[in-house]
């Protein structure tokens, strides 16, 4: 089955220790999007890839980054996280900017 | 500023019983509109959606939703609850009124007692 896949699905970093959160998709889609989502909260979009084009929204902090290799793949980097970034992180997918389709998530704890 | 409310942020029904979410938007001709569900733990998984055509949409699990233009609203319904569905429910409403973005709803926790 086509799907979005994030690894790890749990990943434990130290406070200012730079950790890397992946993501990939088999959906051929050309949109790939990444999302913060803290407890009791809803999805909050930090950033997203329109084929190689890098859009990031205006609030979201420096200390986030993201690459896209290829149409597969979306890296998250966080730069130096605190311990205000220990969140569930969410890729999601889609065909330009028709429905989009998410992956488990990746639930960062940060020491 | 646009957005989309969720009124409901708990819900409590018997299993078998009917349920509905409420969900309400505040801009847009023509928007798209989303419900997902979320286990705990889990990503966001589609339940339905719509974006013309007919406004009674059927979706995965056996859920419906109606859009009603006059009111703002899609509602998402089901008649009969299974345990199975205890989670939380977001709306979302996107398109190009939206900045071609999803703007979530507060999102509706869903508890099913037996």
């Known amino acids: 089955d086509a799907m979005v896949i994030q690894n790890p699905r749990y990943q434990v970093t130290q406070f200012g220790k730079p950790v890397t959160l992946s993501c990939s998709q088999t959906?051929?889609?050309?949109?790939m999007y990444w999302y913060q989502q803290k407890s009791s909260q809803a999805p909050k979009l930090l950033f997203h890839?329109?084929?190689?084009?890098?859009?990031n929204e205006a609030d979201t902090p420096d200390n986030f980054q993201s690459r896209r290799p290829n149409t597969s793949f979306c890296f998250l980097d966080i730069r130096s996280p605190g311990l205000g970034d220990a969140a569930m992180y969410l890729c999601a997918t889609s065909r330009d900017f028709d429905t989009q389709y998410f992956g488990p998530g990746t639930r960062l704890t940060v020491l | 500023a646009q957005s989309v409310t969720q009124p409901d942020i708990h819900i409590t029904v018997s299993e078998g019983a009917s349920l509905e979410l409420r969900c309400n938007y505040s801009?847009?001709?023509?928007?798209?509109l989303f419900w997902y569900v979320q286990s705990p733990g889990q990503g966001l998984q589609l339940l339905l959606k719509?974006?013309?055509?007919?406004?009674l949409v059927q979706g995965i699990k056996g859920f419906e939703a109606e859009f009603k233009r006059s009111q703002s609203s899609f509602n998402l319904r089901k008649p009969s609850v299974h345990w199975s569905d205890a989670a939380e429910y977001f709306c979302a409403v996107g398109g190009k009124e939206y900045g071609n973005k999803l703007v979530f709803g507060a999102g509706t926790i869903l508890r099913v007692k037996s």
């Open positions: 959906l051929n889609h050309n949109v």
């Open positions: 719509y974006f013309s055509g007919d406004t």
């Open positions: 801009y847009g001709a023509t928007p798209y």
């Open positions: 890839y329109y084929d190689k084009d890098f859009n």
